[in-house]
């Protein structure tokens, strides 16, 4: 029996891979390192993955425990069977939050990467580490960043970005001493495309919950050239179908992709598609950038109104475009491309709609 160490579950990403690890065979099974605090909710994930397939039955089990801790959290005698038992780590574990605090995210993103390469190197049979990055390693590199590219003098637009990069930088040091590693770098992940499903309302959703609390023609504040800027935004399906299927190959072993749109849009034409999806008619404002992020955190009563943190206002003037080379070519033939944007945008807007109680918080 394969044993497969999941961290990040019952998460966005991790919830829709376990099941795929699971349909590569009968001989895979699942250990989920779990939080003590998500322990409930990985209980009940875990159990409706079992009833939708009763295939998976008894082949997902969980484990708490801590990956910013030495040993993940758990007993030295946990460690030791455990680590003679996985042959392969999916690592999806961070802290998502664009206004998280540096220490809390050298915490969870360095240092908890770090003792999951630590683990994976005390495997003797171990075969990968699926690494799960981000495309926003590259911070504020104006221009073209590529896949074989991560080191570039680059600054960061917060501390999510540049501990994300920090913690890539640490995994392909292993890498290149030998520990077998897939790095997979999504853009802005939204729903499913098809049923706009989705854990959290983050990125995009601040603009469509906006311009929905607003009447039929709603104002829309805009940020630097919108003709130039683009926003890479991916749908969670194209992720996970890319991860599911690059993992299992034996030629992605030592390959970093960057699951981006090769086409997005600029944020006019997002825009444009965003009124056509919510039924607006925008009246677009053009502010300075500072003006706009200083009105959020320091007037009173606009991050009320807009309920968009200022954070998320400099990806509205992110100067860098994604190179997906290696994920065009790796994945050609079998039909896992990015749908366009406008194509599915109005199935995110129904799920909006009808699931006002979704958060915006990051699972920390």
Known sequence: MSKVLFTG????????????????GAGHEVVCLVQA?????????????????????????????????????????QVARLAGEVREIFHLAAVYDLSVKRELAVKVNVHGTRQILDFAERCPAFERLQYVSTCYVSGRYPGIFAEDDLVKGQTFNNFYEETKYLAEVE???????????????????????????TQKYDGPYYVLRWLLRQPILALMPTIGDTHR?????????????????????????GRVYQLADPEPLTIDELLDAMGKATHRVMLRLPLPLGLAKAAIDHVPGVYALLQIPASAIDYFVHPTYYATS???????????????????????VAFVRAHPEIPSDAMV
């Not at 891979?17 to 349909?23: F, G, I, Q, Y």
């Not at 939708?52 to 708490?64: C, K, V």
């Open 326 to 348: 290696h994920t065009r070519a790796d994945l050609a033939g079998t039909g896992i491309a990015v749908p366009p944007l406008p194509s599915y945008l109005a199935n995110l």
């Open 171 to 197: 995994v392909q040091e292993r890498m290149g001493r030998g520990l077998p590693v897939t790095v997979y770098r999504p853009a802005i992940v939204v729903g499913d495309s098809r049923s706009g499903s």
């Open 37 to 77: 605090k998500f322990a409930e909710l990985a209980r009940r994930r875990a159990a409706e993955i079992e009833a939708r397939d009763p295939a998976f039955a008894g082949r997902i089990s969980l484990l708490e425990g801590d990956i910013t801790q030495p040993g993940l959290g758990l007993l030295p005698e």
């Open 9 to 24: 579950f019952p998460g966005f990403l991790g919830s829709e891979l376990v099941p795929r690890v699971l349909a590569r």
């Open 229 to 253: 800027t683009r926003l890479n935004v991916v749908p969670r399906e194209f992720v996970v179908d890319a991860i599911a299927h690059l993992s299992a190959r034996p030629e992605s072993a």
